[in-house]
């Protein structure tokens, strides 16, 4: 059974979206160690998870980069999550309807290679929480401070430490385990 791990880049305070819906907070603390953490998580999926909303802006980018998500983000297959959307033009996406929860589930049952990463959006990420079906948060936090915004933990979690890798340009992946 495959595991589902949520990656989301975290500010100092906790947000991972600001009001605005900006992104600009995301490149403090870039770093090429940085960058090869986020690579190397991306490329060792075996599926990407993603609701609606991410699902556009990274459809309407990657299948014309050349950058070094492009090929894992191009080549692995794509899971969208949405009631609303009727079709997926991204090459390796399907689209799943209906109860999140089930069909994470049947995923997990399916997928017995490597895991499934979920990409934030903030909705879905929150979502995902709530079902409490992941597995493993990777969460890379970022030196900037967002003062408000969205937030993914809907309500208090404990979670286990497995890693902390701290990068060049400052920024500090943190790796928790879920427990049951």
């Known amino acids: 059974m495959a595991s589902l791990v949520l990656k989301m880049s975290v500010s ?3 947000y991972v979206a600001p009001l605005d819906g900006s992104g600009a907070w995301i490149a403090a603390g870039d770093s090429d160690d940085a960058l090869s ?3 190397e998580t991306v490329s060792n999926a075996s599926v990407h998870l993603m609701g609606a909303t991410t ?3 990274l459809a309407a980018y990657y299948p014309n980069d050349s950058g070094p998500f492009a090929k894992p983000m191009n080549d692995i297959p794509k899971v969208v999550f949405s009631n609303s959307l009727t079709s997926a ?3 390796e996406t399907t689209i799943a309807a209906g109860d999140l929860a089930e069909s994470i589930s049947r995923l997990k049952q ?3 290679d490597g895991y499934l990463l979920a990409h934030g959006g903030a909705r879905f990420a929150r979502s995902l929480v709530e079902t409490g079906l992941i597995d493993e948060y990777r969460l890379l936090v970022h030196p900037a401070v967002l003062g408000a915004g969205e937030r993914i933990f809907p309500a208090p979690l404990t979670l286990e430490p497995k890693s902390t890798t701290v990068f060049s340009g400052g920024a500090v992946a943190h790796v928790f385990a879920a427990q049951p």
């Open 12 to 14: 100092l305070d906790g």
């Open 37 to 39: 953490w986020n690579v």
């Open 55 to 57: 699902y556009a802006v």
């Open 89 to 91: 033009d991204w090459d």
């Open 110 to 112: 399916e997928r017995s």
